[in-house]
């Protein structure tokens, strides 16, 4: 793709230089035409940057334009980092319904992970690479024909047709090209194989055979999906516990394992070849490898969910989803970025009941939530459908405590009639000689202080630009002194912001660069998302101070409390086993694990809590906080890992009484940003029309939105203009009436195209 977007450049290149050669050749007939004057230099590498910058590629020759072939990388957090990273994206048109492509097949076993895929149109078509699942690069065939003719396989230009059709010779294709024929492919693929093992050829040749098509297929190219097993000989593994202890020890990396002939990749078309075992336990005779480890059938971000075997599908792919939005830690250098947004947890934690998966992206190093204490329990009916009821005091301490980052830029540019934009200094009362208010937290340059709180409407840089800009035209007059206005960068936001960092830089046109980085610190409140690992998503319902908090008999009080309508119909048992892991693992001081298909047994972990004291079930006896009174039942009782959403009702909360219209209908603008109004759609409509709200209908539909006075002719049933019918030449029949101006556009516009709407008009007898 890279080298078409090049050829397409280059050709725009050289067609621009041919028009300018045909504009200047024939006017400049005596002096010689410099071809190097008229190159515009960098043309071809601003059409790279900005097609990988922008994504949309567009190349003439195939009539192609693809939006979204390359992508900023997400730094959300670390895992919405990872999960892009793995992200395999098919150019299958989402608003079709077909469920082929969309369907998990079963030659994606292994290779792509299972759960993780979006939710609504584009389910299925965005998979992710599984978590040892390796991708092949091109490889140099001249060593596998140079083997394969060695090992027997004729030239088909020398047969005379008659060999291809006796039933022991097959075919032979490399890469989709025939190579030749052989008789024995039997040897030729088990020499094949013995070949890569040794190291002679690459590990990543895969040869298969299709013995209904009577063919041998040998793969070298890129774009294969493979992953890792270990081989099996004479029903038992190549790879022993020595090797393993000599792995831990340092002595050998994996590579080792490849090139000793203990561990091969497979790609889709060889593992169709081979009898593959799951465990050990299952080798048979005809077992020619065996998985390394089946949790590693999950992705990234499936890999973070503990007992990911004992949930409904689906909830893991919720999670999957969520995983991504999860706030917490993007990276080590993370205070010294300027990103246009960052989300980061204050008080991160390692989950107590982690995964392999966990271990092996390193995610605990960079986690992204909090340890819990849960008590799943009915509280006060703030908690309906998935609502949370969390601790005041747990807030007071830094639960949920999130930092919101997010960057003001502003550059200082130089025109081409010699002027510049300038950074002036703060404008100062006449009275006080101190800055006025919206100059407050300007340093003497004109550029804010970090450390400032700022304001909405404060300035953040009090820059200024010439009024004019273009060179003036010959035989003008020039003005002396370039005359400026003032064009400030001003903080926008409903909530303060404190100034972090300023940064001052150039930027490739050697322009002044100014970045400001401000940050501001919330506390969850009423309406911010939370999630466990489960898909278990909620807001929180009610904030609830300590004392009435019900506690358990060793003075515990919860962080959340959860409402246990979320487990029989969602049936997310893993968060359940979660919970008594936690437990008994809080009361051990250790980690417990939740690892797909293993982990941690629940009668194992129900042994420690009873060595603790604590009931098996991981039921505790509570105290209400405000009665003083025993609940009547046990409550489940314990720590579960909880993770804060990017979702804040602060960046959401929106309300309108007036404001900005769109020029064209005259209707209020869309959206929170532009201050727009709150939409009354079709089916809200149609709620208002079945209780037979008429006059709330009138007012959300036209009075509040776009009422119009207009002057209809009741003759003609056209619309006049300030009491006069143009059509019948007369003011006699014209009446006023309001309608919403979205219809009067309409008639107007269906009158340009030569349709006549004509509006009646009856007399209103009271």
């Known amino acids: 793709l890279l080298s078409l977007l090049f050829e397409d450049l280059f050709k725009k290149f050289n067609s621009e230089l041919k028009k300018i050669a045909d504009q200047v050749i024939p006017k400049q007939r005596a002096a010689q035409f410099d071809v190097v004057k008229h190159m515009r230099q960098d043309q071809i590498t601003n059409g790279m940057v900005n097609a990988i910058s922008t994504g949309n590629w567009s190349l ?16 959300l957090s670390y895992i919405s980092a990872l999960g892009m990273m793995t992200r395999i994206s098919s150019q299958f048109e989402k608003t079709r319904k077909v469920s082929g492509p969309r369907s998990l097949q079963p030659s994606q076993w ?16 965005v998979k992710n690479l599984a978590l040892m699942t390796h991708i092949t690069t091109d490889m140099e065939d001249g060593p596998i024909i140079k083997l394969a003719s060695n090992l027997g396989v004729e030239d088909v230009n020398l047969l005379c047709g008659e060999e291809l059709s006796y039933p022991n010779v097959f075919l032979v294709f490399l890469n989709g090209n025939i190579l030749g024929v052989i008789r024995d492919h039997q040897k030729l693929v088990n020499t094949f194989r013995i070949m890569r093992r040794a190291g002679y050829i690459n590990e990543f040749v895969s040869i298969s055979t299709n013995l209904s098509d009577r063919c041998v297929y040998i793969s070298s190219d890129g774009g294969r999906l493979c992953r890792p097993y270990i081989i099996v000989k004479k029903q038992k593994p190549a790879v022993t516990n020595k090797h393993m202890e000599e792995l831990a020890q340092g002595y050998r990396n994996f590579e080792d394992f490849l090139h000793e002939g203990l561990v091969e990749y497979l790609d889709v078309n060889e593992e169709n070849d081979c009898n593959i075992a799951l465990y050990e336990s299952t080798i048979n005779k005809d077992t020619s490898h065996l998985e390394i480890e089946p949790f590693t059938l999950l992705g990234v971000c499936a890999g973070l969910i503990p007992y990911p075997h004992h949930n409904q599908s689906p909830r893991n792919t919720y999670q999957c989803a969520m995983g991504k939005q999860a706030m917490g830690t993007i990276g080590y250098n993370q205070r010294n970025r300027i990103d246009t947004l960052m989300y980061l947890l204050a008080y991160p934690q390692k989950p107590m009941v982690k995964t392999k998966t966990i271990e092996l992206i390193d995610f605990e190093k960079l986690p992204a939530g909090q340890n819990a204490t849960v008590a799943v329990m009915s509280y006060s009916g703030y908690d309906i459908e998935d609502a949370l009821v969390l601790n005041k005091a747990s807030l007071d301490r830094g639960f949920g405590r999130c930092l919101v980052y997010k960057n003001a830029k502003c550059t200082l540019k130089r025109y081409t009639n010699q002027t510049f934009d300038k950074v002036m200094g703060p404008m100062l009362d006449a009275a006080t000689r101190k800055p006025i208010w919206r100059h407050e937290i300007l340093d003497a340059d004109g550029i804010c202080s970090p450390g400032e709180k700022v304001e909405n409407k404060q300035v953040l840089v009090n820059k200024s630009m010439p009024t004019v800009t273009q060179t003036p035209l010959e035989g003008s007059s020039v003005p002396q ?15 303060d ?5 300023v940064m001052i830089s150039s930027n490739a046109e050697d322009a002044f660069l100014i970045k400001m980085l401000l940050r501001q610190t919330r506390r969850p409140e009423i309406g911010d998302k939370f999630s466990s690992r489960h898909g278990q998503k909620g807001v929180c319902g ?6 009435d908090m019900p506690f358990c008999d060793t003075g515990i009080c919860p962080d959340i409390i959860m409402n246990p309508h979320g487990f029989p119909s969602r049936m997310t048992v893993g968060k359940l086993i979660e919970l008594l892991a936690g437990k008994a693992g809080v009361l051990d001081g250790r980690f417990h694990y939740g690892t797909a298909f293993g982990g941690s047994k629940v009668k194992d972990v129900c042994e420690d809590l009873i060595r603790h004291g604590y009931n098996y079930l991981g039921k505790d006896y509570v105290t209400s906080g405000i009665t003083g009174e025993p609940l009547e039942a046990y409550i489940y009782f314990g720590p579960v890992y909880y993770q804060k959403l990017k979702h804040m009702v602060l960046d959401k909360m929106h309300a309108r009484a007036r404001g900005p219209r769109a020029v064209l209908t005259r209707q209020p603008t869309e959206g929170r940003s532009r201050d727009g109004g709150l939409r009354l759609g079709e089916m809200e409509r149609d709620c208002l029309i079945g209780y037979g709200a008429s006059m709330l209908l009138l007012e959300r539909l036209m009075i509040s939105s776009d009422a119009f006075e207009v002057d209809v002719c009741g003759q003609c049933g056209l619309l006049g203009y300030s009491g006069w019918c143009h059509f019948c030449k007369s003011s006699c029949h014209v009446s006023s009436l309001r309608i919403p101006y979205a219809c009067k556009l309409l008639f107007q516009e269906l009158q340009s195209m030569n349709i006549i709407p004509r509006l009646k008009l009856a007399k209103y007898n009271e």
């Open 60 to 75: 003439k020759r195939f009539k192609m334009d693809r939006q979204g072939v390359t992508q900023v990388l997400s730094r």
């Open 110 to 125: 292994g290779m792509l992970c299972p759960s993780d895929t979006p939710e609504g149109e584009a389910c299925g078509l």
């Open 481 to 495: 002194q370039p005359q400026y206005k003032d064009v400030p960068v001003t903080y926008k936001g409903a909530t």
């Open 497 to 501: 912001s404190y100034i972090e960092k």
């Open 542 to 547: 009610l904030i609830v101070p300590q004392e």
